[in-house]
Every structure is written in C-alpha cells, then in structure tokens.
C-alpha cells in the first residue's frame, strides 16, 4: 500500500465528474457577517368581530313611574297651596283683630268724651258719641244705661215755651195751641223721674192721641224707656215674667235692646220653660233650673217659688220618681244634691233608706220590686202647676194706644 492520504484515495468506479468536493469551512464564508433574521412567530388569527346590533329605541317609563311623579307633583302643589291658604287666613284673623281692636279703642276714647261731654252738660254731643259707641260695639259695657240717662235728661230739658197765639189773618195760618202736648209730655217726664211706669205710658199714650206727630221722635225713645224699665221691674221685682218678656219684646220695637234686658228677658223664659214641665217632666225641670240658678237664683213668678227653691224641689221629685222604680243610687244622687242646696230635716230619714237599700244592692236586679221608700212630704205648699205650653216667642205686634214711628 502506498503512503498517500486515504482521502485522496477515490473509489474508481467514481467518475471525475461525481467527485465530491469537500465543503468549505463557513468561517471564512462573507455570510456569516449577516445578521440573523429573527424568528416570526404567528400568533393565532384574531376572531372575527362580533356582529354589532343596531340601537334599539329604549322602552317609554313604565306607567307607575309616571304616576308616581305626578302623584308627587300633586301632592307638592297641595302643599304649597295649603300653606298659602293658611298663610292668607293668618293674615285675614291679624287683620280683623286689628280691626277689633281699634274700633274698640276708639269706642273707649268716645265713650271717655262722652263722659266729659256728660259732666259739662253738653247732652247733644255725648248722645251722639254714645250712639256711635254703640253702633260700633254693642256689648260695650254701661253705654245703652248711659244713653238712656241722657235721653232722660234731654227730654227733662227740651220742654218747648208754649208759643204764642197769633192773631189769624188772611195771609198766615194761625200756630197751633200746644199747650196741652207740652202738658202731657212734661207730665211724662214727671212719671218717669218717679219710676211710675204705668202713669208714664198711660199719659204717652194720652200724648200720641192728642197730637201723633208732636216730638214723635223723642216720644218714642220715651216709649223705648218706659217699656224697657218696667219690662224689667216686672221681671225681677214683682215676679210677673210674662208681662215683663211682652214688655221688653214692644221696646224692641222702637230700639234695640241692651245686653242687660236680652238677659233678664232670656232668663224669664227659661224659667216659664222649665215651670211648664212642672210634675210632668222632672229632668226636663232639673235642666232648665240648674241653668238659672247660678244666674238668677232669686228669680221668681207668681207662685213666689224662686228658681234655686223649684231646683232643689225638682231634684227631691225626681229623686222619688227614681226610688220608686228601684233605682236607689240614683236616687241617693238627687237627694244629696237638693241637701247642698238648703238643709231639709224631712228629707234625711228618706236619704238614709235610699243609702241603705243602695249599699245592699236592692232594686238592681229585681226591678225595684221591693217596697220603696216612704215618698218625701212636700212642703206646706207647693208652686202652682203651669200647663206644659210652649214659651211664646213671637214679637206681639202692636198695644192699644202706641204707634211707633216708621
């Protein structure tokens, strides 16, 4: 074997042709001075967009929705109309009690230059300041007694001078002869100083058939006091209740009547109401007298029974009635009530069975069945029985021999 390289050592049956060159090493190959394309990674395809839906229109508010906004907006404008209602009636009240109280301020001033115009005997201006105290508060205290004193006072004083007779002649009408009005009227004057009503009245009424257009304004307020005064006198001093409502109803005729005869006049028919129902009604009777009693316990009528004793009698009769229908407690209540009124030694043995059959419980279940308590004796005499009528009410429309000016 030769000495040459194996690698030079070619197969034969190799052709020159097919010869295989031995690569090159790459170091010194231009290449490697390129730079290294960096690797692409693919990233997974996006998805596809999703569809996008067209806007729909949004659904209209719900009706409950609605309703409650209007139900709010209602109930605010309710609100706001309210608190301007009440705001306008606050102010409507400070308003009249604004008004209030300066008419009754200047009532007070007149009514205090009434009083001076009184005392310097100026009667004319203190009638007027008067009336417009009254005109401007009715209830306003001692102004109608006051208008009347000077009413009084001014027909003492304006008592005409007979005048003269003339001598009638062709051109002139003679004057009337008055002297026999001036008579009757100062003898009115006369009468009412004295508080003779009756003759008062009677002489007006002589004085309004002589001559009905003589004075006839003063004449009325004449008629107006005279009416007034005695309407009162018969109510509260000679217990005659039913003249002395008819009375004052006339005066009403020829002025208003002041607070104090309203009130005299209320209470006389309060106390023929409650006699009407005398043993007919005792609860009724009860009702109408405890009314009075605080008022006018001393108010009377015929009979001379006053209102505090028919109360106390009432109660005493009533209380019989409830312990002969077994209700014994009842009638304890009555009894004990007529007692705080006047003390009655005939009432307390009748009191004291009541009390008794009323701690045992008697009359409760068996209907007052057992025998009831003696009745309690009445009194020596007892008030006169008034029918059960009805009070009359109606204004009387006239009396014989007065004739109110229109």
């Not at 059959?357 to 068996?366: H, I, K, P, T």
Request: include cysteine.
């Amino acid at each position: 074997m030769s000495d040459k390289d194996p690698a030079e050592t070619v197969p034969s049956r190799l052709n020159q042709s097919q010869a295989v060159t031995r690569p090159t090493p790459l170091a010194s190959s231009p290449l490697e001075t390129l730079p290294v394309k960096p690797e692409i990674t693919e990233e997974p395809p996006a998805p596809p967009p999703a569809e996008i839906e067209p806007p729909t229109a949004e659904p209209p508010a719900k009706p409950r929705r609605s309703r409650w906004f209007w139900l709010g907006l209602l109930i605010v404008l309710l609100a706001a109309a309210l608190s301007a209602w009440v705001g306008y009636r606050a102010g409507i009240a400070r308003r009249l009690a604004a008004e209030q109280e300066q008419r009754v301020m200047l009532a007070s001033i007149q009514y205090g230059l009434a009083m001076q115009d009184i005392e310097s005997g100026r009667l004319d201006a203190a009638r007027q300041r008067l009336e417009y105290v009254i005109e401007t508060d009715p209830t306003f205290p001692d102004a109608q007694q006051k208008l009347m004193d000077v009413m009084l006072a001014q027909a003492q004083l304006k008592t005409p001078t007979p005048a003269p007779i003339l001598t009638p002649t062709p051109q002139f009408t003679p004057t009337p002869d008055l002297r026999g009005e001036v008579d009757l009227y100062q003898s009115v004057l006369n009468h009412m100083a004295a508080q003779e009503w009756d003759a008062a009245l009677a002489t007006l009424d002589q004085l309004r058939d002589a001559n009905l257009n003589y004075r006839t304004v003063d004449v009325d307020g004449l008629y107006y006091i005279c009416l007034r005064f005695r309407g009162a006198q018969r109510i509260l001093y000679e217990g005659n209740l039913e003249l002395g409502v008819y009375d004052l109803t006339l005066s009403e005729q020829f002025s208003q009547l002041d607070e104090e005869a309203l009130g005299y006049r209320n209470w006389a028919r309060y106390y023929m109401a409650g006699a009407s129902f005398w043993r007919v009604d005792w609860v009724r009777v009860i009702n109408y007298f405890s009314d009075i009693v605080p008022y006018v316990p001393n108010l009377r009528d015929s009979s001379g029974y006053t209102a505090g004793e028919r109360y106390r009698l009432a109660l005493i009769g009533y209380g019989d009635q409830l312990a002969a229908a077994g209700d014994y407690c009842e009638a304890q209540k009555q009894y004990e009530e007529a007692l705080t009124l006047a003390p009655d030694p005939v009432l307390q043995p009748t009191l004291q069975d009541v009390v008794d059959r009323c701690e045992r419980g008697e009359g409760e279940e068996d209907g007052g069945e057992d025998s009831p308590p003696a009745e309690t004796p009445p009194p020596d005499s007892t008030p006169t029985e008034t029918p059960p009528t009805e009070v009359p009410t109606e204004v009387p429309t006239e009396i014989p021999g007065v004739t109110p000016t229109p």
